[in-house]
T-cell receptor, first 117, second 113 residues
Framework: AQKITQTQPGMFVQEKEAVTLDCTYDTSDQSYGLFWYKQPSSGEMIFLIYQGSYDEQNATEGRYSLNFQKARKSANLVISASQLGDSAMYFC??????????????FGKGITLSVRP | EAQVTQNPRYLITVTGKKLTVTCSQNMNHEYMSWYRQDPGLGLRQIYYSMNVEVTDKGDVPEGYKVSRKEKRNFPLILESPSPNQTSLYFCASNLAGVYNEQFFGPGTRLTVL
């Protein structure tokens, strides 16, 4: 069965510094997608970045990058030059061909990030 | 603007009073889903739909109903709400396939007294 693990307790980072949010996953499928979402205190789910299992390069999107280590089954999110507006809950999620049939994303339990001025 | 909309955004109701949360997307996506989010549990899929008139259960379907009469709309129905259905609900849509991003609505905060 698919599983996403996010075990870091609440994370703190100083404004303008970089921070890494950890995510490990488990799947028996070779074809899968990994997604990161941001949930601010207002509650909406904001898509940040995506990595496909066959992508050879790590995904990047502005200040967000994904450190994808396939052999270790990890997909860590790196936020560079943190801003106060980055304070939020961050979710790692996965979909493989087993859950692709019902389109379900399997989510981790999330990590709370607080950016200090 | 490509988006998923949900209404209402906030709802307080009482046990047993039927309610419907509407969801609409303007991206012509085949797939639509409902999730609920509870503290410490992440997001769990309630129901999903692969296309018009095709729906199926997700991980936590008990106490919910859905319908998909038009491609853009996917309402969530609670026939007899109970306090354990107090939660944050998200509607989402996406194109078919493993690699496609799922677009989420703004969420509906439901409280059942």
């Amino acid at each position: 069965a698919q599983k996403i693990t996010q075990t870091q307790p609440g994370m703190f980072v100083q404004e303008k510094e970089a921070v890494t949010l950890d995510c490990t996953y488990d799947t028996s499928d070779q074809s899968y997608g990994l997604f990161w979402y941001k949930q601010p205190s207002s509650g909406e789910m904001i898509f940040l970045i995506y990595q496909g299992s066959y992508d050879e390069q790590n995904a990047t999107e502005g200040r967000y990058s994904l450190n994808f280590q396939k052999a270790r089954k990890s997909a860590n999110l790196v936020i560079s030059a943190s801003q106060l507006g980055d304070s939020a809950m961050y979710f790692c999620a996965m979909r493989d061909r087993n859950t692709g049939a019902n389109s379900k994303l399997t989510f981790g339990k999330g990590i709370t990030l607080s950016v200090r001025p | 603007e490509a988006q998923v909309t949900q209404n209402p955004r906030y709802l307080i109701t009482v046990t047993g009073k039927k309610l419907t949360v509407t969801c609409s997307q303007n991206m012509n996506h085949e797939y639509m889903s409902w999730y609920r989010q509870d503290p410490g549990l992440g997001l769990r899929q309630i129901y999903y739909s692969m296309n018009v008139e095709v729906t199926d259960k997700g991980d936590v379907p008990e106490g919910y109903k859905v319908s998909r009469k038009e491609k853009r709309n996917f309402p969530l129905i609670l026939e007899s709400p109970s306090p354990n259905q107090t939660s944050l609900y998200f509607c989402a849509s996406n194109l078919a396939g493993v690699y496609n991003e799922q677009f989420f609505g703004p969420g509906t905060r439901l409280t059942v007294l």
